[in-house]
């Protein structure tokens, strides 16, 4: 699948910051990661922490799938408001998933400072603003519900929005805890880290035939070579859905642009915040540490080939629409990508097992905040692996 566009910001940033080699013998492992992006790297990283001899596969070179594409704006909230989930869920579900997302931004945050190299990570807040007057209500009932599970929130008016951010819009929901991160220079930053432990990484290396057993996994590549392990992990991100006979994904198309740098990057808005909206779909912003700005938004249902073509004009809606918001900030865009999202019927992710595959585990970290999801996916699987039950493995199952 062609999950991005050509020239995403991180990977131009960047370059190549690891090459690793495709694999030319057959070995064995405990655990085999099938996957190269940010999610097969966060559990590569548990895996290693605790001890778990473990090996990394990926057909690409690391982190350049959707990773490299990613906006990476690190939130607790998950695309269905907690209000709305209740319904879907039970209260009891609804609440216990936002607070693991809500925790998984501060595991983040000592990920981040235990790893030596850059990972870009910094709290910022984040604010969702209301796209229009019938939307207050929504937000404040998500606030009601946010406060009653111990989640703090402020609601900002129309006055307090304007002075803190220059927009002259309908009020809206401040949250103090999200972060940014570079989820590129991340992903590597982990392997690196795992690799230090015992990790073994493998790109470049597809996967063309995999053979389930009571007792073992054994996975072929396209050169015939074999990799057997005790478990498989599939964290192939969207093109997981190949391996699962239930359809658990839908796939959407979203749309990226990122400034020229700016002469500074102190006080464009009320500290820098990440900011989106209520409309659906929503436009979303935030700042980087070379003083940028990355929008992304415009989403539709496009294939990759329709997608990419649609590309120079979506990249200028999305500046107008910017531009309309806070017309006082020269925003001149310098690159512009456009990548594939999943979203799923409640907005969690799929984590776990299905009968069908043995001895594999999934780690899907689909929809808005995959990055959170991912970390969720690493320590429930991990879990699992060690026998350890972990309490939150059954909100995200395949058989919810």
Not at 31 to 55: E, F, K, S, Y
Not at 205 to 228: F, G
Not at 316 to 325: D, G, I, P, S, W
Request: aromatic content about 10%; overall charge positive.
């Amino acid at each position: 699948m062609d999950l991005r566009s050509h020239y995403p910001y991180w990977l131009l940033r960047h370059g190549i910051i690891n090459v690793y080699p495709p694999l030319t013998e057959n070995i064995k492992t405990d655990v085999v990661v099938m996957g190269g992006g940010i999610t097969g790297a966060l559990l590569a990283w548990h895996l290693c922490q605790a001890g778990i001899a473990a090996v990394v596969v990926d057909k690409r070179h690391i982190g350049m799938g959707s990773t490299a594409a990613s906006t990476a704006m690190i939130q607790y909230e998950i695309d269905i408001p907690l209000y709305q989930l209740e319904k879907i869920t039970g209260k009891k579900n609804a609440a216990q998933s936002y607070l693991l997302c809500y925790q998984s931004l501060l595991d983040l945050a000592s990920i981040c400072k235990s790893l030596k190299a850059y990972t870009g990570f910094a709290f910022k807040p984040s604010f969702q603003q209301a796209s229009f007057k019938k939307d207050i209500a929504g937000l404040k009932k998500e606030q009601a519900c946010r406060k009653k599970i111990g989640i703090p929130t402020e609601w900002l008016d129309e006055k307090i929005m304007q002075d803190r951010f220059g927009i002259n819009k309908y009020g809206g929901l401040l949250s103090e805890r999200a972060a940014e991160l570079d989820p590129y220079g991340f992903t590597h930053a982990l392997l690196y880290a795992a690799v230090q432990k015992g990790l073994r990484v493998f790109d470049r290396t597809k996967i063309t035939a995999i053979e389930h057993s009571p007792k073992k996994v054994t996975l072929t590549t396209e050169d015939k070579r074999k990799i057997q392990a005790k478990y498989l992990v599939i964290a192939c991100g969207y093109e997981s859905q190949q391996y699962i006979s239930k359809t658990v994904q839908r796939l959407h198309a979203t749309y990226a642009i990122v400034s020229e740098p700016l002469s500074t990057a102190v006080g464009l808005w009320y500290k820098n915040c990440l900011m989106w909206e209520t409309r659906l779909p929503y436009l979303y912003f935030r700042t980087t540490k070379d003083n940028r700005i990355i929008i992304g938004g415009k989403d539709d249902d496009k294939s990759p080939a329709a997608r990419d073509a649609a590309l120079p004009q979506k990249a200028k809606l999305l500046e107008k629409a910017f531009n309309r918001l806070l017309p006082h900030i020269a925003f001149k865009t310098d690159f512009e990508w456009a990548g594939t999202f999943a979203s799923t019927k409640d907005g969690l992710p799929y984590i776990g097992v299905v009968p069908e595959h043995p001895r594999t585990f999934f780690g899907l970290g689909l929809g808005g905040n995959g990055i959170t999801f991912g970390i969720l996916a690493a320590q429930i699987i991990r879990d699992r692996i060690l026998g350890k039950k972990n309490v939150s493995e059954n909100l995200f199952g395949f058989n919810r």
